[in-house]
């Protein structure tokens, strides 16, 4: 929801970073992949309840998930790139909650299901650029990317605030993780309904 509106702030400074490594021969792969890292590292440090160091390593993740958007407009986007840089981020996605799930059994079952509201966004978010791209569809509303992206009430922004939160008040995991997975479902809706009026019949 709040991504496209964020990009005009971050995009500058990431660009400047990004191209900097690009003149330092990073490529844009190898950022995605170094910021698995710590985006898995973050699942296991919250499983063992260490939050201060989950959230360093949250932030961490992000900031070299970014890195890897301005290496690549530095240097030129590539398939491959698209498909590791969303394959690492759906990791991330998931270690998180995955983290919390282990931390304590209280927040199992809450845990399960905002995977799940993950897993059920990311399947109408990828159909949806799948379909998109068949069609010729654009937009450059998230930035130059390797597919289409759609808009949505859960989007990457509103993702990460969840994250910190969770990090800094594990207490009230249970109630953000319903929270958000409500959110999520919503999203879902309101893609499959865009869905709808863009691939619907009569759309060609």
Request: hydrophobic share 55%; aromatic share 10%; proline share 5%.
């Amino acid at each position: 929801m709040f991504d496209a509106k964020l990009r005009p702030l971050i995009d500058p400074p990431l660009n400047a970073l990004g191209r900097g490594l690009a003149r330092a021969g990073i490529g844009a792969n190898v950022v995605t992949l170094a910021g698995l890292v710590p985006g898995i590292a973050a699942g296991l440090a919250i499983s063992c309840q260490h939050y201060p160091a989950a959230l360093g390593l949250v932030l961490l993740n992000r900031l070299l998930d970014g890195l890897d958007g301005a290496v690549a407009r530095a240097r030129g986007p590539s398939d491959l790139g698209g498909y590791l840089d969303i394959l690492a981020d759906f990791a991330f996605y998931l270690a998180v909650p995955l983290g919390f799930g282990f931390a304590a059994r209280a927040n199992a079952l809450p845990a399960l299901v905002l995977v799940a509201s993950f897993t059920l966004t990311g399947v109408s978010f990828l159909a949806f650029a799948t379909l998109a791209a068949k069609r010729g569809q654009q937009t450059s509303a998230h930035g130059v990317k390797s597919f289409f992206y759609s808009t949505g009430l859960a989007e990457g922004t509103e993702t990460i605030a969840v994250f910190v939160a969770m990090c800094l008040w594990p207490e009230h995991f249970p109630l953000l993780a319903w929270s958000y997975a409500a959110l999520c479902l919503l999203t879902v809706f309101q893609r499959s309904a865009l869905a709808w009026a863009s691939f619907g019949p009569g759309r060609g």
